[in-house]
């Protein structure tokens, strides 16, 4: 399963406060992902990685190990 790009808006207001663009919450949601480079140019809200996998978790369908995602992330 992929990601839709409404998936990866939520994402980005699980991760973030601040409002953006819709183009770019869901590249900045990829780059979080995907890139294991990534480094915040603004601040995450507190507890945002506990969300953020809790809401991948309960996406049916969606299996993290199988993607190529950002170990810094999932830890």
């Known amino acids: 399963m992929k990601l839709t790009n409404e998936q ?9 406060s601040d409002i953006h663009s819709h183009s770019f919450m869901i590249d900045e949601v990829k780059n979080l992902l995907f890139e294991s480079d990534y480094w915040f140019l603004q601040p995450p809200k507190d507890n945002w ?10 996406l ?16």
């Open 60 to 75: 049916k369908d969606f299996d993290t190990r199988n993607l190529n995602m950002n170990p810094n992330i999932l830890t």
């Open 49 to 58: 990685n506990n969300n953020l996998i809790n809401y991948l978790s309960e």
């Open 8 to 16: 990866l808006i939520e994402i980005y207001h699980i991760v973030f």
